[in-house]
């Protein structure tokens, strides 16, 4: 027998308010593995209004649900379970990001920037990016300890990285850092999230407009350009699209950088073995990855018509965040999963770049990125020690995308 939101017994207790805060920096919320066993496919309260939805926490419905077409990635359906404060009147005249598109539109989007991503491209940006990480890692290293690695090179390397395949001048990328941090911050209030949301668009329009008059090097030139003989997207539709890579492609990847790098001091034995073989370092991208799934809730999505997850009926118009972070514990697919384990077999299966049409289409490039980053520290910084006490450190537990505020370190 299947239950669905309307038919649940009055008496029963009251949902989870969601989002739910990891207890240790290192592991999920510990509420995920009782909802695991439990309830699987379970009712939650947004805490930023109020409003339902359906948390799913097993790794074989989390992907289930990101595959189904009947999940739909649209932010304006009544029943999406938003997570910001976002006025009214702003949502009514967003324009969509390809995020949050379904297809057809999606696939006409995404078709336009898959050669920006193939793991041939990014292969041939790799010896750029590892000039990026030398760069900050020779100024780090002339600085002296102690400094913090989230502004000496977590930040900067994913800045400097996806500025240059936009055609971003660098030297605005504190603006854009700002702008950026502002968006995936959950309590922000509707003015301050309208604002930051404003002022990125503000920007990125000059520079499209710029760049539709005097082309470059540049992914938007190159998206401009196949445009103009198929045509997929109109002016703003391409400054949102800047807005998702820009965004996208820097903040995820600097939050990785520091918690992997933290959670490699953790484990020294670990640490020490991936120096002595850097032939490790893939695989051990792969469970940092599992391990801290950052974008927890990023995966979110309406029902369309009704799906049956489980013993579940998902009803029409009903919200849905499928949460990588539950997945990636799945003690099913990952045994003894709160334990970091560089060898790990099946760390490859994790979902933290989400599943589905909607997977991230940047995964290459991060991947890149943080191979780079560890293995050039591993390489050059043998001495690389915390500068603080780990129960110093201050957690982004309020912000979309989890992550460590400062990382003091000296070797």
Excluded at 3 to 32: G, I, K, M, N
Excluded at 158 to 185: Q, T
Excluded at 240 to 266: D, F, K, W
């Amino acid at each position: 027998m299947t239950q669905s939101a309307d038919a649940v017994p009055e008496a029963e207790a009251p949902p989870v308010r969601f989002p739910l805060r990891r207890t240790c920096p290192f592991a999920e919320p510990p509420e995920y593995a009782g909802l695991r066993a439990d309830a699987p496919v379970s009712r939650a309260a947004l805490k930023v209004n109020g409003k339902p939805a359906w948390l799913v926490t097993r790794h074989e419905h989390v992907r289930q649900v990101l595959g189904d077409s009947r999940a739909s990635s649209n932010l304006k359906l009544p029943g999406y379970p938003h997570q910001f404060h976002i006025p009214e009147e702003l949502l009514a005249h967003i324009r969509l990001m390809m995020l949050n598109m379904d297809p057809p539109e999606h696939t006409a989007h995404r078709r336009m920037l898959i050669p920006e991503f193939t793991a041939r491209r990014v292969r041939e940006l790799r010896p750029r990016i590892q000039q990026i990480v030398d760069e900050h890692v020779d100024a780090m290293l002339a600085a002296g300890g102690p400094v913090d690695l989230v502004t000496a090179l977590a930040l900067p390397v994913p800045s400097l990285v996806i500025c240059e395949l936009l055609g971003v001048p660098y030297e605005d990328h504190a603006r854009f850092e700002e702008w950026s941090a502002a968006l995936m911050n959950h309590d922000l209030s509707p003015q301050e999230y309208g604002a930051a949301v404003q002022a990125l668009d503000t920007y990125l329009d000059r520079l499209v407009t710029l760049k539709e008059n005097e082309p470059g090097d540049d992914l938007i030139s190159r998206f401009l350009e196949k445009n103009r003989t198929e045509r997929v997207a109109d002016h703003t539709d391409v400054v949102t699209m800047a807005r998702l890579m820009l965004v996208g492609g820097h903040e995820t990847t600097a939050n990785m950088i520091a918690l992997g790098v933290l959670a490699l001091l953790r484990h020294p034995e670990q640490m020490a073995e991936l120096r002595e073989d850097p032939a490790l370092l893939p695989n051990a991208v792969e469970e940092l990855l599992r391990v801290f799934s950052i974008s927890d809730s990023g995966t979110a999505r309406v029902a369309v018509a009704d799906i049956e997850v489980g013993d579940v009926t998902i009803r029409a118009g009903e919200g849905i965040l499928a949460l990588n972070n539950a997945a990636n514990h799945d003690e099913s697919v990952f045994p003894d999963p709160g334990t970091l384990d560089i060898h790990r077999a099946e760390a490859r299966a994790h979902l933290a770049f989400g599943y589905g049409v909607h997977q991230c289409i940047g995964a290459n490039l991060a991947r890149v990125e943080l191979e780079a980053v560890y293995g050039t520290l591993l390489r050059r910084v043998p001495g690389l020690r915390l500068a603080a006490e780990p129960e110093e450190l201050r957690f982004k537990d309020d912000a979309m995308v989890y992550g460590v505020y400062e990382l003091p370190v000296t070797w």
